[in-house]
């Protein structure tokens, strides 16, 4: 298995634009976690699904974030419009709930600079 | 919600001793206690694991302790290497079933000293 993929790996854009992250899970895994990494906060869960429903959105920031899950494969977290202040390492994480556990794995993250 | 403190927020060892980190959670219910190593640009990776009904877990040179009387969770690295130079994160779950999303403490950067 190719663990977590996430695209794209870096992205630079303008304050104001609409910016999407992708994330396809391992294959099998039932739940998908999205979060954010700043040195200020650390890392921050933003949003999650189980068996591709959003359980808890509790931390998403604000209205302009928003987050998808169409099917088991991939999912999207779109900011629209993006502020300088949304500038992290957005990480898709993915886990087999259910069966006790066997860890979160992480995906390579993308990095999004907002300027 | 789940609030993860974790310390020191940088540990400086020399190479061959140990190093130690701590955290404390504050949810009772939480279960599942994971503690991630970060490398710079990389991602954070698994590297052990324990659940509430067990005390201390041990893999080569790392183990983890837990006290779930006092709430408090710890990483022991023995015999520290070069490589073992990162950010350490605990973290803490309550379904402990990979359901419901980790909170994470703040990571310790360790520096292992030549």
């Known amino acids: 298995d190719a663990g977590v993929i996430q695209s794209p790996r870096h992205e630079v854009t303008e304050m104001g634009q609409e910016v999407t992250l992708r994330c396809k899970p391992i294959s099998g895994h039932n739940s998908l976690f999205w979060y954010r990494q700043t040195m200020m906060r650390g890392l921050e869960l933003l949003i999650y699904?189980?068996?591709?429903?959003?359980?808890?959105d509790s931390g998403m920031p604000e209205d302009r974030f928003s987050a998808k899950m169409p099917n088991a494969s991939f999912s999207t977290l779109k900011i629209q419009p993006s502020e300088p202040r949304d500038s992290a390492v957005y990480f898709c994480?993915?886990?087999?709930?259910?069966?006790?556990?066997?860890?979160?794995?992480f995906g390579s993250g993308t990095r999004l600079t907002v300027v | 919600g789940e609030n993860v403190e974790q310390h020191p927020s940088t540990l400086s060892v020399q190479e061959g001793d140990s190093a130690v980190i701590k955290c404390t959670y504050s949810d009772s219910a939480s279960n599942y206690f994971p503690w991630y190593k970060q490398e710079l640009g990389k991602r954070p990776q698994l590297i052990i694991d324990i659940r509430s009904n067990v005390g201390e877990k041990k893999d080569q040179r790392i183990a983890v302790t837990l006290n779930k009387t006092a709430k408090h969770f710890s990483l022991h690295i023995t015999e520290t290497q070069p490589e073992d130079s990162a950010v350490y994160f605990c973290?803490?779950?309550?379904?402990?079933?990979?359901?419901?999303?980790?909170?994470f403490g703040k990571g310790t950067h360790l520096i292992i000293q030549p």
């Open positions: 994480a993915s886990s087999l709930a259910g069966t006790g556990g066997y860890g979160y794995t």
């Open positions: 699904f189980n068996n591709n429903v959003p359980i808890d």
């Open positions: 973290a803490a779950e309550v379904s402990g079933g990979g359901a419901d999303g980790l909170t």
